[in-house]
Nanobody, 114 residues
Framework: QVQLVESGGGLVQAGGSLRLSCAAS????????MGWYRQAPGKQRELVAT???????NYADSVKGRFTISGDNAKKTVSLQMNSLKPEDSAVYYC????????WGQGTQVTVSS
């Protein structure tokens, strides 16, 4: 079983920055993907960014150029640096660990005021 602990998030004004971090623990062998998804009220959970153990990254078009994902395989951590935040980035952000199935963190609220 994989456990994910998230940190970061909060309230920021439009144009500001926030950093999210997530640490994974439990039984993990082989390659995997870690990343972030988000869910705004009344909307489906959507991909924000992911990174594989090989360093391959994937970003939603809406965050490209503004968000940067990074990972540390040795520590089993992933971070998301979010710059130039917009009100539409407001959502609950979930850390994800993907290895055959999805494991989710508890979620952290990001609110961007206009």
């Amino acid at each position: 079983q994989v456990q994910l602990v998230e940190s970061g998030g909060g309230l920021v004004q439009a144009g500001g920055s926030l950093r999210l971090s997530c640490a994974a623990s439990g039984l993990m062998f082989g390659s995997y993907i870690m990343g972030w998804y988000r869910q705004a009220p009344g909307k489906q959970r959507e991909l924000v960014a992911t990174i594989s153990t090989f360093g391959s990254t994937n970003y939603a078009d809406s965050v490209k150029g503004r968000f940067t994902i990074s990972g540390d395989n040795a520590k089993k951590t992933v971070s998301l640096q979010m710059n130039s935040l917009k009100p539409e980035d407001s959502a609950v952000y979930y850390c994800a660990f993907i290895q055959g199935t999805y494991y989710w963190g508890q979620g952290t609220q990001v609110t961007v005021s206009s």
